[in-house]
């Protein structure tokens, strides 16, 4: 089946600096990625849909200039968060479409920032 | 290696009838059950989630029951509706996060 790929899987990082997550489809294109949200025992929220050679769509009350999403390629999106903070740690997660597999969740990038 | 699996992925229910939907585990390090309902060309929405202390949780038609000897979550739905027809995915939780492959839901009318 398909699988996404999202990397890293751990990140701890100085309050201030800016993040990088990766997520890759590995075995199909994925033109549509979605970048989500995951707090402690809540349920996951939707950011952003990332189209590639496009930008991406934001959901109301996430801000664009502090989640940067990049889809460069068909099988790559990036979701950079800039100048983080300590109530940006979360679990970050992302997942695409493919059409014979469904829908694909990448393991999730948990996010700590001290 | 997939850790968590959902087998079935697809199922068809008479309206009106029980629909459960079935997730398999191995971590028995997870603490935290999720299930999401998927619509096309939408993304997933919470649905119902249990705690590893607990064995049952109930929310009106919904209802998740874990089983953690057997390592095995399942999700009712009395009465299906055609509005439930949708892919189902369940999630487990500890240090990271593992969704199943879904299952798709069909309520006949």
């Known amino acids: 089946g398909a699988v996404v790929s999202q990397h890293p899987s751990r990140v701890i990082c100085k309050s201030g600096t800016s993040v990088k997550i990766e997520c890759r489809s590995l075995?199909?294109?994925?033109?549509?990625m979605f970048w989500y949200r995951q707090f402690p025992k809540q349920s996951l929220m939707l950011m952003a849909t990332s189209n590639e050679g496009s930008k991406a769509t934001y959901e109301q009350g996430v801000e664009k200039d502090k989640f940067l999403i990049n889809h460069a390629s068909l099988t790559l999106s990036t979701l950079t968060v800039t100048s983080a903070h300590p109530e940006d740690s979360s679990f970050y997660i992302c997942?695409?479409?493919?059409?014979?597999?469904?829908?694909?969740f990448g393991s999730g990038t948990r996010l700590t920032v001290v | 290696d997939q850790q968590v699996k959902q087998n079935s992925p697809s199922l068809s229910v008479q309206e009106g009838r029980i629909s459960i939907l079935n997730c398999d585990y191995t971590?028995?390090?997870?603490?935290?059950f999720l299930w999401y309902k998927k619509y096309p060309a939408e993304g997933p929405t919470f649905l119902i989630s249990?705690?590893?202390?607990?064995d049952k949780n109930e929310d009106g038609r919904f209802t998740v029951f874990l089983n953690k000897s057997a390592k095995h979550l399942s999700l009712h739905i009395v009465p299906s509706q055609p509005g439930d027809s949708a892919v189902y995915f369940c999630a487990a939780t500890g240090n990271q996060f593992y969704f199943g492959t879904g299952t798709s839901l069909t309520v006949i009318p």
């Open positions: 075995d199909f294109q994925a033109t549509t």
């Open positions: 997942s695409a479409e493919e059409g014979n597999y469904g829908y694909t």
């Open positions: 971590n028995s390090m997870f603490d935290y």
């Open positions: 249990i705690s590893s202390i607990k």
